[in-house]
């Protein structure tokens, strides 16, 4: 079963970038689409991003399209979320997790959608 491990997150400013990695072993990493999730205390986990199993297209929540950006590198087993002009609203624990077959579905954003879940990486955005 495909294991994977988050990291890149860090305490940082309004306006700032970040650049979280989402690293997959023991298993098949480039057959399935693979998103990002991020969950704030006392709300629900939510879909941020979706992307194909070959980088071919890309989905993304709406208060985040056109700041953040999703990617891959299938041959190093690593998952990429670039995020830009971050905002308060941004600040969660962040979580990679493995779809079930290669294209994100209408409903990626829902969690069943999904099989395996990294263990996450927290953002906090303030000044």
């Known amino acids: 079963q495909v294991q994977m491990v988050e990291s890149g997150g860090a305490l940082v400013q309004p306006g700032g970038s970040l650049r979280l990695s989402c690293t997959a072993s023991?298993?098949?990493?480039?057959?399935?689409?693979m998103g990002w999730f991020r969950q704030a205390p006392g709300k629900q986990r939510e879909g941020v991003s979706c992307?194909?199993?070959?980088?071919?297209?890309?989905y993304y929540e709406d208060s985040v399209t056109g700041r953040f950006t999703v990617s891959r590198d299938n041959a190093k087993n690593t998952l990429y979320l670039q995020m830009n002009n971050l905002k308060p609203d941004d600040t969660a624990m962040y979580y990679c997790?493995?779809?079930?077959?290669?294209?994100?579905?209408?409903?990626?954003?829902?969690?069943?959608?999904?099989?395996?879940w990294g263990q996450g990486t927290q953002v906090t955005v303030s000044s």
């Open positions: 992307i194909n199993y070959n980088g071919g297209k890309t």
């Open positions: 023991g298993g098949r990493f480039d057959d399935t689409y």
């Open positions: 997790a493995a779809g079930r077959s290669p294209y994100c579905s209408g409903v990626w954003y829902t969690t069943r959608n999904f099989a395996t």
